[in-house]
């Protein structure tokens, strides 16, 4: 028996269960592709969908050229009729500070040979970051889903031996909140999406849920991985209307300068209610603290010996991270990089976190001057590479950093780790 396999794209599809539907992402946690036909396949749509427009068909397919014997004419033959989807567009791609060679000559391969753009560039993240912030020179402290990176960038050029990068992005954060659910008392708190809800009823905090359950017939549920994602969805939002970074000074396991521990502090602020979609609500108070805290200090993290990350390290948290970029790149320019400070990453949008970061630099360094530039809009600071591509790629001084078509045919894949540093 032969099964026929589709693609689906974008997140609207998402919102009604499919048959064996299976959720997949073609890069891995380290932000580097892994499954470069399913990558091919997305970044391809995300243009011709959103950019572009679908690529244009055969003409002699379209009803209005039909060829009665279904040949093409003899002075066609050999052409291609099919044009490429970025024949006529430059294309500039982003990528993490820490892509391996062979990862960058098959993106330019790709883009080249079977999209047919005619001029390409591969830019990093830090820097497309912190042209978004309209700085040539940068910290710049990424949070995101898969990892949080520190690119030092001088002059629009990246630092590499400062880069730094740790698992405890977004995906980390979430596994902190299953942990701290599993952990609840006096009973665990199940994630149930709403796709499995048939309806439910109002209930007082705490109490359990009396919701009435969705089952489907034999073969026609989802994957476990459209589950998955859609309990994704809820912690996104539980991390939105609950979660808060402890804004300090020193760490939320500390005693404050009264003597009363930074605990008790957390304590008696008012709780955060949330409800979950089957109807179960809770006031969260100090756990809504402790879920993140981990990103600046390694000891406070939620044990869970399920969860898909290893327990993190103290090098892996945030200022660390800082502490190490900066000690990889010249003594005589960390003043300045310590005074651009640019925090980009959706997951940095948590209550607090740029406030936390200013306590922990100030405390670290305190002689130079530290200033934090943090975007208040969520969209520039969710896609500040995008932004940066976008202001980079419309500079009349970009146009000699293109790769064109000629060149790569000249030098093949290789050009890219020349041109594109």
């Known amino acids: 028996m032969r099964f026929q396999l589709s693609l689906i794209f974008s997140d609207d599809v998402f919102v009604t269960p499919r048959p064996s539907l299976s959720v997949h992402n073609p890069m891995g946690r380290d932000g580097i592709v892994e ?34 014997d279904g040949e093409l004419p003899t002075e066609m033959e050999g052409v291609e009729t099919e044009e490429k989807p970025l024949a006529d567009s ?18 330019i391969e790709i883009a080249m040979e079977k999209w047919g753009t005619p001029a390409f560039y591969l830019a990093k993240n830090g820097v497309l970051a912190a042209f978004a912030s309209g700085k040539a020179s940068a910290l710049v402290v990424d949070v995101g889903a898969s990892n949080i990176s520190v690119t030092p960038v001088h002059d629009g050029m990246v630092l590499k ?62 994957d476990a991985s459209y589950r998955t994602l859609l309990e994704e969805r809820t912690l996104s939002e539980f991390k939105e209307c609950v979660v808060q970074v402890w804004p300090g000074p020193n760490k939320l396991s500390a005693t404050g300068p009264s003597g ?13 209610p949330f ?15 402790r879920v993140v805290e981990s990103l600046f200090d390694a000891k406070a993290a939620i044990p869970d010996t399920e969860s898909p990350f290893p327990a993190p390290t103290q090098a892996q948290t945030v200022p660390e991270l800082i502490k190490n970029a900066l000690n990889g790149v010249d003594v005589d320019i960390r003043p300045h990089l310590l005074a651009n ?67 790569y045919e ?11 540093k």
């Open 341 to 407: 400070v640019v925090v980009t990453g959706a997951s940095s949008l948590l209550h607090g976190f740029t406030d936390r970061l200013n306590q922990e630099l100030m405390q670290t360094y305190p002689g130079p001057r530290v200033r934090i530039s943090a975007p208040g809009n969520t969209a520039e600071r969710k896609f500040g590479s995008w932004i940066g591509g976008s202001i980079l790629a419309s500079l009349g001084t970009f146009h000699q950093m293109w790769i064109s078509k000629k060149e």
């Open 161 to 222: 031996r400062g880069v730094q990068h740790s698992p405890l992005g977004g995906d980390y954060i979430s596994s902190q909140i299953r942990a701290l659910f599993k952990a609840n008392t006096p009973q665990p708190i199940t994630i149930t999406p709403h796709y499995l809800i048939s309806s439910k009823t109002a209930v007082d905090a705490g109490q359990p849920s009396q919701a009435k359950y969705k089952t489907f017939p034999p073969g026609k549920a989802p």
């Open 410 to 420: 000249e030098h093949g894949p290789t050009i890219v780790e020349k041109r594109c």
């Open 35 to 68: 499954d470069w036909d399913m990558a091919e396949k997305v970044w391809e749509y995300s243009f011709t969908s959103r950019l572009t427009g679908p690529r244009p068909g055969n003409p002699f397919q379209n009803g209005l050229n039909d060829i009665a």
């Open 90 to 107: 430059p294309l500039l791609m982003s990528e993490c500070g820490w892509n391996p060679t062979k990862a960058r000559e098959k993106t």
């Open 275 to 289: 409800e979950f979609p089957d109807g179960y609500n809770q006031v969260f108070g100090l756990d809504r603290y």
């Open 260 to 272: 009363v521990s930074n605990e008790e502090v957390a304590k008696s602020n008012p709780g955060r």
